[in-house]
Protein backbone atom coordinates (compact mmCIF):
# COMPACT_ATOMS: atom_id res chain seq x y z
CA UNK A 1 0.00 0.00 0.00
CA UNK A 2 1.46 3.15 -0.72
CA UNK A 3 0.67 6.40 1.54
CA UNK A 4 1.17 9.84 1.08
CA UNK A 5 1.35 13.20 2.18
CA UNK A 6 -2.23 14.62 2.95
CA UNK A 7 -2.61 17.41 0.21
CA UNK A 8 -2.43 20.94 1.37
CA UNK A 9 -2.43 24.32 -0.34
CA UNK A 10 -1.27 27.52 -0.04
CA UNK A 11 1.32 29.78 -1.33
CA UNK A 12 2.27 33.47 0.18
CA UNK A 13 5.44 35.18 0.12
CA UNK A 14 5.14 36.37 3.73
CA UNK A 15 4.15 34.93 6.98
CA UNK A 16 0.25 34.83 6.44
CA UNK A 17 -1.45 32.47 8.17
CA UNK A 18 -1.92 31.24 12.26
CA UNK A 19 0.70 31.33 14.12
CA UNK A 20 2.25 29.72 17.24
CA UNK A 21 0.18 32.68 19.47
CA UNK A 22 -3.02 32.03 17.11
CA UNK A 23 -2.87 28.71 17.94
CA UNK A 24 -2.17 28.62 21.35
CA UNK A 25 -5.18 30.90 22.62
CA UNK A 26 -7.44 29.16 19.68
CA UNK A 27 -6.85 26.28 22.22
CA UNK A 28 -5.92 27.85 25.47
CA UNK A 29 -2.68 26.65 25.57
CA UNK A 30 -0.53 29.97 26.36
CA UNK A 31 0.43 28.63 29.91
CA UNK A 32 0.97 25.12 29.31
CA UNK A 33 3.29 26.24 25.79
CA UNK A 34 5.20 28.44 28.35
CA UNK A 35 6.15 26.18 30.37
CA UNK A 36 5.30 22.67 29.63
CA UNK A 37 7.30 19.89 27.74
CA UNK A 38 10.65 20.29 29.09
CA UNK A 39 12.47 17.13 28.58
CA UNK A 40 9.39 15.51 26.40
CA UNK A 41 10.21 14.62 22.88
CA UNK A 42 7.51 14.54 20.19
CA UNK A 43 8.72 12.34 17.61
CA UNK A 44 7.08 12.79 13.63
CA UNK A 45 7.21 10.07 11.46
CA UNK A 46 7.14 10.81 7.89
CA UNK A 47 8.87 9.51 4.66
CA UNK A 48 11.88 10.95 2.13
CA UNK A 49 14.72 12.86 2.63
CA UNK A 50 14.09 17.04 3.88
CA UNK A 51 17.84 18.08 3.78
CA UNK A 52 16.79 21.64 4.64
CA UNK A 53 14.89 20.46 8.39
CA UNK A 54 17.06 22.03 10.61
CA UNK A 55 17.83 25.30 8.95
CA UNK A 56 14.29 25.87 7.89
CA UNK A 57 12.79 24.91 10.85
CA UNK A 58 15.36 28.07 12.80
CA UNK A 59 14.16 30.57 10.66
CA UNK A 60 10.69 29.86 11.82
CA UNK A 61 11.16 29.85 15.76
CA UNK A 62 13.52 32.69 15.06
CA UNK A 63 10.36 34.80 13.06
CA UNK A 64 8.23 34.09 16.31
CA UNK A 65 10.41 34.08 19.20
CA UNK A 66 10.96 30.80 20.06
CA UNK A 67 14.10 29.35 22.09
CA UNK A 68 16.39 27.34 19.61
CA UNK A 69 16.20 23.81 18.33
CA UNK A 70 18.90 22.67 16.60
CA UNK A 71 20.87 19.28 17.27
CA UNK A 72 23.77 21.12 19.07
CA UNK A 73 21.86 22.18 22.08
CA UNK A 74 20.31 18.55 21.68
CA UNK A 75 16.44 19.70 20.96
CA UNK A 76 16.38 18.61 17.15
CA UNK A 77 17.48 15.24 16.08
CA UNK A 78 16.59 13.47 12.54
CA UNK A 79 17.26 9.97 12.04
CA UNK A 80 16.31 7.57 9.40
CA UNK A 81 14.00 4.52 10.04
CA UNK A 82 17.00 2.21 11.51
CA UNK A 83 17.30 5.39 13.72
CA UNK A 84 20.65 6.38 12.13
CA UNK A 85 21.93 10.23 11.97
CA UNK A 86 23.56 10.88 8.69
CA UNK A 87 22.40 8.40 6.22
CA UNK A 88 18.76 9.51 4.88
CA UNK A 89 16.83 9.20 2.53
CA UNK A 90 16.76 10.49 -0.85
CA UNK A 91 15.20 14.01 -0.78
CA UNK A 92 11.74 14.37 -2.41
CA UNK A 93 9.95 18.16 -1.98
CA UNK A 94 6.52 16.53 -1.45
CA UNK A 95 7.27 15.16 1.62
CA UNK A 96 9.90 17.90 2.73
CA UNK A 97 6.87 20.08 2.81
CA UNK A 98 5.23 17.83 4.90
CA UNK A 99 8.24 17.71 7.41
CA UNK A 100 8.02 21.26 7.67
CA UNK A 101 4.50 21.39 8.51
CA UNK A 102 5.09 18.74 11.11
CA UNK A 103 8.40 20.22 12.48
CA UNK A 104 6.53 24.00 12.66
CA UNK A 105 3.38 22.16 14.24
CA UNK A 106 5.52 21.15 16.95
CA UNK A 107 7.32 24.28 17.57
CA UNK A 108 4.16 26.19 18.03
CA UNK A 109 2.11 24.04 20.03
CA UNK A 110 4.97 23.04 22.53
CA UNK A 111 8.28 25.37 21.89
CA UNK A 112 10.18 23.36 24.99
CA UNK A 113 9.47 19.73 23.71
CA UNK A 114 12.14 18.19 21.87
CA UNK A 115 11.82 16.96 18.65
CA UNK A 116 12.58 13.55 16.64
CA UNK A 117 12.11 13.42 12.93
CA UNK A 118 11.89 9.72 11.92
CA UNK A 119 11.94 9.75 7.98
CA UNK A 120 11.04 6.48 6.55
CA UNK A 121 12.93 5.14 3.44
CA UNK A 122 9.67 5.07 1.14
CA UNK A 123 6.48 5.85 1.68
CA UNK A 124 5.35 1.78 1.68
CA UNK A 125 3.20 1.14 4.99
CA UNK A 126 6.34 -1.47 6.09
CA UNK A 127 8.68 1.41 6.18
CA UNK A 128 6.32 3.77 8.21
CA UNK A 129 5.70 0.97 10.75
CA UNK A 130 9.25 0.83 11.04
CA UNK A 131 9.62 4.27 11.59
CA UNK A 132 7.12 4.23 13.71
CA UNK A 133 8.93 1.05 15.97
CA UNK A 134 12.09 3.35 16.03
CA UNK A 135 10.59 6.47 17.42
CA UNK A 136 9.13 4.26 20.29
CA UNK A 137 12.38 2.92 21.05
CA UNK A 138 14.23 6.47 20.68
CA UNK A 139 12.22 7.83 23.67
CA UNK A 140 9.35 9.40 21.94
CA UNK A 141 6.29 10.65 24.61
CA UNK A 142 4.33 11.18 21.61
CA UNK A 143 3.99 10.32 18.19
CA UNK A 144 2.67 11.69 15.18
CA UNK A 145 1.77 10.65 11.56
CA UNK A 146 0.19 13.11 8.95
CA UNK A 147 -0.05 10.10 6.85
CA UNK A 148 -2.61 8.15 5.34
CA UNK A 149 -3.97 5.32 2.68
CA UNK A 150 -7.02 2.64 2.14
CA UNK A 151 -8.07 0.02 4.78
CA UNK A 152 -7.27 -3.14 4.09
CA UNK A 153 -7.59 -6.72 5.98
CA UNK A 154 -4.03 -6.02 7.60
CA UNK A 155 -4.84 -3.04 8.94
CA UNK A 156 -6.65 -4.68 12.19
CA UNK A 157 -3.45 -6.97 13.20
CA UNK A 158 -1.26 -3.91 12.46
CA UNK A 159 0.78 -3.85 15.88
CA UNK A 160 3.47 -0.95 14.87
CA UNK A 161 1.58 1.53 16.25
CA UNK A 162 1.17 -0.31 19.36
CA UNK A 163 3.25 1.56 22.39
CA UNK A 164 1.28 1.45 25.59
CA UNK A 165 2.68 4.81 27.54
CA UNK A 166 3.36 6.14 24.08
CA UNK A 167 0.47 9.05 22.81
CA UNK A 168 0.10 8.20 18.97
CA UNK A 169 -1.62 10.24 16.75
CA UNK A 170 -2.94 10.31 12.85
CA UNK A 171 -4.43 12.00 10.63
CA UNK A 172 -8.04 11.42 9.35
CA UNK A 173 -7.51 12.52 5.29
CA UNK A 174 -8.23 14.74 3.42
CA UNK A 175 -10.75 13.66 1.21
CA UNK A 176 -13.79 14.15 3.03
CA UNK A 177 -15.98 11.54 4.04
CA UNK A 178 -14.31 7.96 3.94
CA UNK A 179 -11.82 5.90 6.44
CA UNK A 180 -8.09 6.18 5.83
CA UNK A 181 -5.19 4.01 7.88
CA UNK A 182 -3.53 4.71 10.45
CA UNK A 183 -6.08 6.99 11.95
CA UNK A 184 -8.56 4.11 12.19
CA UNK A 185 -6.12 1.93 14.35
CA UNK A 186 -7.30 1.01 17.45
CA UNK A 187 -3.94 1.86 19.27
CA UNK A 188 -4.09 5.57 17.82
CA UNK A 189 -5.71 9.15 18.39
CA UNK A 190 -7.32 9.48 14.77
CA UNK A 191 -7.27 12.93 14.08
CA UNK A 192 -9.88 15.21 12.65
CA UNK A 193 -10.26 18.53 11.27
CA UNK A 194 -11.96 21.88 11.17
CA UNK A 195 -12.05 25.55 10.26
CA UNK A 196 -10.85 27.95 12.85
CA UNK A 197 -12.11 30.98 12.40
CA UNK A 198 -11.35 34.42 15.07
CA UNK A 199 -13.16 37.06 15.19
CA UNK A 200 -12.79 40.14 18.08
CA UNK A 201 -10.55 37.91 19.77
CA UNK A 202 -13.35 35.10 19.75
CA UNK A 203 -12.56 32.21 18.51
CA UNK A 204 -14.89 29.43 16.72
CA UNK A 205 -14.76 26.25 14.58
CA UNK A 206 -16.83 24.33 11.99
CA UNK A 207 -16.44 20.75 10.74
CA UNK A 208 -13.79 20.79 7.87
CA UNK A 209 -15.43 19.43 4.56
CA UNK A 210 -12.10 17.93 3.49
CA UNK A 211 -11.69 15.83 7.17
CA UNK A 212 -11.80 12.14 6.93
CA UNK A 213 -14.13 10.49 8.65
CA UNK A 214 -16.32 7.08 9.16
CA UNK A 215 -16.72 3.78 10.20
CA UNK A 216 -13.89 1.33 9.75
CA UNK A 217 -14.51 -1.75 7.64
CA UNK A 218 -11.52 -3.86 9.39
CA UNK A 219 -10.82 -2.48 12.64
CA UNK A 220 -12.79 -3.71 15.74
CA UNK A 221 -14.76 -0.99 17.78
CA UNK A 222 -12.03 -0.54 20.54
CA UNK A 223 -14.17 -0.53 24.36
CA UNK A 224 -13.55 3.54 24.99
CA UNK A 225 -15.74 4.31 22.15
CA UNK A 226 -19.80 3.44 22.71
CA UNK A 227 -21.26 5.63 19.61
CA UNK A 228 -23.98 3.45 18.35
CA UNK A 229 -24.15 4.28 14.44
CA UNK A 230 -20.91 2.19 13.77
CA UNK A 231 -20.37 -1.44 15.00
CA UNK A 232 -16.71 -0.92 14.40
CA UNK A 233 -13.94 1.41 15.08
CA UNK A 234 -14.59 5.33 14.49
CA UNK A 235 -13.04 7.90 12.68
CA UNK A 236 -11.87 10.21 13.98
CA UNK A 237 -11.34 10.80 17.73
CA UNK A 238 -10.24 14.29 18.54
CA UNK A 239 -10.32 17.26 15.88
CA UNK A 240 -7.96 20.91 15.06
CA UNK A 241 -7.82 23.26 12.12
CA UNK A 242 -6.97 21.54 9.08
CA UNK A 243 -8.38 24.15 6.43
CA UNK A 244 -6.08 25.62 4.13
CA UNK A 245 -8.56 28.47 3.98
CA UNK A 246 -7.93 29.04 7.74
CA UNK A 247 -4.41 27.59 7.75
CA UNK A 248 -1.02 28.01 9.47
CA UNK A 249 2.28 29.45 8.61
CA UNK A 250 5.20 27.15 7.34
CA UNK A 251 8.76 28.36 6.38
CA UNK A 252 10.08 25.84 3.61
CA UNK A 253 12.57 26.18 1.62
CA UNK A 254 13.13 22.87 -0.48
CA UNK A 255 10.01 22.52 -2.41
CA UNK A 256 10.05 24.76 -5.52
CA UNK A 257 7.75 27.70 -4.09
CA UNK A 258 10.10 28.06 -1.10
CA UNK A 259 10.20 30.54 1.87
CA UNK A 260 6.58 31.07 4.08
CA UNK A 261 3.49 29.49 3.21
CA UNK A 262 0.04 28.83 4.58
CA UNK A 263 -1.00 24.83 4.60
CA UNK A 264 -3.81 23.30 6.31
CA UNK A 265 -4.57 19.58 5.92
CA UNK A 266 -5.23 16.77 9.03
CA UNK A 267 -1.51 16.86 8.74
CA UNK A 268 -2.11 20.51 10.48
CA UNK A 269 -4.47 18.79 12.68
CA UNK A 270 -2.15 15.32 13.92
CA UNK A 271 0.91 17.54 15.27
CA UNK A 272 -0.97 19.82 17.10
CA UNK A 273 -2.74 16.74 18.91
CA UNK A 274 0.47 15.09 19.51
CA UNK A 275 1.65 18.20 20.72
CA UNK A 276 -0.52 18.84 23.23
CA UNK A 277 -0.74 15.20 24.59
CA UNK A 278 3.18 16.21 25.11
CA UNK A 279 2.07 19.32 27.04
CA UNK A 280 -0.25 17.10 29.43
CA UNK A 281 1.77 15.05 31.26
CA UNK A 282 2.88 11.26 31.08
CA UNK A 283 1.42 9.82 28.05
CA UNK A 284 -1.78 8.49 27.64
CA UNK A 285 -3.78 6.21 25.28
CA UNK A 286 -6.54 6.91 22.76
CA UNK A 287 -9.24 6.08 25.50
CA UNK A 288 -8.03 9.65 27.50
CA UNK A 289 -10.30 12.13 25.61
CA UNK A 290 -13.37 9.94 25.88
CA UNK A 291 -13.13 9.93 29.68
CA UNK A 292 -12.77 13.75 29.65
CA UNK A 293 -14.84 15.34 26.85
CA UNK A 294 -15.47 18.23 29.05
CA UNK A 295 -12.27 19.60 28.63
CA UNK A 296 -12.96 19.66 24.86
CA UNK A 297 -14.28 22.34 22.80
CA UNK A 298 -17.29 20.55 21.17
CA UNK A 299 -17.67 21.68 17.29
CA UNK A 300 -21.36 21.17 16.30
CA UNK A 301 -21.86 22.64 12.78
CA UNK A 302 -20.04 21.92 9.23
CA UNK A 303 -20.31 18.47 7.36
CA UNK A 304 -17.26 16.62 5.27
CA UNK A 305 -19.61 14.79 2.71
CA UNK A 306 -23.00 13.01 2.54
CA UNK A 307 -24.06 10.07 4.57
CA UNK A 308 -27.47 10.25 5.05
CA UNK A 309 -27.75 13.39 7.90
CA UNK A 310 -25.46 10.71 10.24
CA UNK A 311 -23.45 12.19 12.60
CA UNK A 312 -20.29 10.32 10.61
CA UNK A 313 -20.03 13.19 8.36
CA UNK A 314 -21.98 15.48 10.60
CA UNK A 315 -20.82 17.83 13.16
CA UNK A 316 -23.10 17.51 16.19
CA UNK A 317 -23.87 18.33 19.57
CA UNK A 318 -21.05 15.51 21.39
CA UNK A 319 -19.23 12.96 19.52
CA UNK A 320 -19.48 13.16 15.84
CA UNK A 321 -17.15 11.59 12.88
CA UNK A 322 -15.38 14.82 11.27
CA UNK A 323 -14.46 16.60 14.62
CA UNK A 324 -14.64 13.58 17.07
CA UNK A 325 -15.22 14.71 20.63
CA UNK A 326 -14.12 18.30 19.76
CA UNK A 327 -10.66 20.02 19.70
CA UNK A 328 -8.37 21.12 22.29
CA UNK A 329 -9.36 23.75 25.52
CA UNK A 330 -6.35 23.18 27.30
CA UNK A 331 -4.85 20.07 28.74
CA UNK A 332 -7.50 18.54 30.52
CA UNK A 333 -7.97 16.03 27.59
CA UNK A 334 -4.96 14.75 26.90
Not at 115 to 144: F, H, K, M, N, Y
Not at 238 to 255: F, I, L, M, Q
Request: glycine share 14%.
Amino acid sequence: MRLGPDGKAGGWSSPAGYGPANLQAAYALASASATGGVGVTVALVDASGYPNAESDLAVYRAHYGLKPCTTANGCFRKVNEQGVEGSYPTANSGWSTEQALDLDMVSAICPNCDILLVEASSSQQTDLDTAVDTAARLGASAISNSYGGSENASSANDTHYDHPGIAITASSGDNGYGVEFPASSQYVTGVGGTSLHETSGVWSETAWSGAGSGCSKYVAKPSWQTDTGCAMRTVADVSAVADPYTGVAVYETYNRRGGWQVYGGTSVASPIIASVYALGGPSVGPSYPYEHPSALHDVTSGSNGSCGRSYLCTAEVGYDGPTGLGTPNGVGAF
